[in-house]
């Protein structure tokens, strides 16, 4: 049985940087590939980052290229995402999600079998 549980949010100011993590509980996370989303009060959720099983595939929305990064330690069983020059726009609740195959598209969240709680991200 896989959970997801997310940590790190908060409230910065506009240039901050952030780190979130997730946690990943169960015995299969090296093979599975992880997402970010994000979801703002009165929007869709948003795919922000994804990584493949082993870090070799990295993608990132545009509106956060050069600004955040995704990693993850299969050993600790972590996901992470490093934000940095963070924004007001960049204010949502953020979402780690596992999926235990390639994703055809993985800015689809449907792509997605597993999500975590979400963690909250305030910048002013």
């Known amino acids: 049985h896989v959970q997801l549980v997310e940590s790190g949010g908060g409230s910065v100011q506009d240039g901050g940087s952030l780190r979130l993590s997730c946690k990943f509980s169960g015995d299969t996370y090296s093979r599975t590939c992880m997402g970010w989303f994000r979801q703002a009060p009165g929007k869709e959720r948003e795919a922000v980052a994804f990584?493949?099983?082993?870090?070799?595939?990295?993608d990132y929305a545009d509106s956060v290229k050069g600004r955040f990064t995704i990693s993850r330690d299969n050993a600790k069983n972590f996901l992470y995402l490093q934000m940095n020059s963070l924004k007001p726009e960049d204010t949502a609740m953020y979402y780690c999600?596992?999926?235990?195959?390639?994703?055809?598209?993985?800015?689809?969240?449907?792509?997605?079998?597993?999500w975590g709680q979400g963690t909250q991200v305030t910048v002013s």
């Open positions: 990584i493949s099983t082993g870090g070799a595939v990295i």
């Open positions: 999600a596992a999926s235990s195959r390639t994703p055809m598209s993985w800015r689809r969240y449907d792509e997605y079998s597993n």
